[in-house]
């Protein structure tokens, strides 16, 4: 693995409560990424990639603390100022949302929008800046890049305005992009001409990559490692041809699974019964107890510890071994 780009040790995410203990929606995450590498975050909805995501770039919703240590190039981010945080999100870090719309200004030109960050974060002229824009457009493939750079975002079609979304993140040439959801509110082609652009990136420039989606398919075609969570914990860790091929999180089998190409028909042959469990009511023990098919009683009153094979590989399941190998 190249030297981390980005660390994160024992990260919490809670609820700030007043005079007493946060409530958690996230539990000490542990990761590393390297620059031109790729990590998938993947987990049902409710699961906290979103929060972990926003977390990172320091854009968590107003009532809601982090601690623990996130570092980028060594540089500690948690403690920063707004100012100083403001200058590595967006210069360093890139972020596309899953509903560009939500991020793109309505009464701005596509392309001036794109401009604005690079006369921003590279002190570039105006002339300049919109000549790198049309640039911009035409490598995320934005046909006649030039004409649409004057258009207006409700003038594209959803998947031109996730091109301009992601035009928009890498202005800044970023070092880290997170991308959350990307590609979801897309039809299969255009979600896969996405993600090539994605890749483009982390190959030829180095970028790192951090995917944030609740497709493993999405994950498996782009992402080198994979990290599961559910009810904000990390479930499963590794190499996502590992994490695919020889899944030792009995929640991880189950999202499994549920993929596409199991369904038969419009019929899916298997979904994890049950839901994310709300954060006010964890369970005692491990948090996918109460919808786990190879749970033991022990399950439902012992926390297991996050443990590490090497290389990355870690699990949190006590049952990892046994159950696995009962699954087949
Ligand atoms: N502003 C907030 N206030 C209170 N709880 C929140 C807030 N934002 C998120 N949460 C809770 O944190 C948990 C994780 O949310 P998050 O959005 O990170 O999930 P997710 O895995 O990204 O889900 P999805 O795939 O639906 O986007 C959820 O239970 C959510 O209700």
Redesign the pocket.
């Known amino acids: 693995m190249n030297a981390p780009l980005l660390e994160i040790d024992n990260l919490s995410i809670a609820?700030d409560r007043p005079g007493g203990a946060g409530l958690p929606?996230l539990t000490d995450i542990s990761l590393q990424l390297g620059r031109g590498e790729t990590l998938g975050i993947v987990?049902e909805?409710?699961?906290?990639?979103?929060?972990?995501a926003l977390g990172v770039i320091g854009l968590l919703?107003e009532?809601?603390g982090s601690s623990g240590s996130i570092r980028l190039d060594g540089t500690e981010l948690l403690p920063l100022a707004d100012d100083d945080l403001c200058k590595v999100r967006g210069r360093r870090i890139g972020m596309i949302f899953q509903e560009p719309m939500t991020a793109l200004n309505p009464v701005m030109k596509v392309g001036d929008q794109i401009a604005e960050g690079i006369v921003w974060h590279r002190g570039v002229g105006w002339c300049d800046a919109r000549r790198d824009a049309v640039r911009l457009l035409d490598q995320v493939r934005i046909p006649d890049a030039a004409i649409r750079a004057k258009s207006y975002p409700h003038e594209l079609s959803g998947g031109q305005r996730q091109r301009v979304g992601i035009a928009i993140a890498l202005a800044s040439k970023p070092d880290l992009l997170i991308a959350d959801?990307p590609t979801t509110a897309l039809d299969v082609s255009v979600q896969k001409e996405i993600l090539e652009i994605l890749d483009e990136h982390v190959r030829n420039d180095g970028m790192a990559l951090m995917l944030?989606s609740?497709d493993l398919g999405v994950i498996a075609a782009s992402c080198r490692r994979t990290m599961v969570?559910y009810a904000?914990a990390r479930m499963e860790e590794g190499l996502t041809e590992e994490v695919l091929s020889d899944p030792r999180s009995p929640y991880t089998r189950g999202l499994l699974a549920a993929l596409p190409q199991r369904r038969i028909g419009d019929r899916r042959l298997a979904a994890i019964p049950g839901n994310v469990p709300g954060?006010a009511a964890l369970p005692p023990g491990c948090r996918f107890s109460d919808r786990c098919p190879d749970r033991i009683e022990r399950c439902q009153t012992e926390l297991p510890a996050w443990r590490s094979f090497g290389n990355g590989r870690g699990v949190r399941c006590i049952r990892a071994e046994t159950a696995a190998s009962e699954a087949g």
Do not use: D
């Open positions: 609820i929606l987990g909805s409710g699961s906290g990639k979103s929060l972990l919703p009532g809601i959801e944030v609740h969570l904000g954060f």
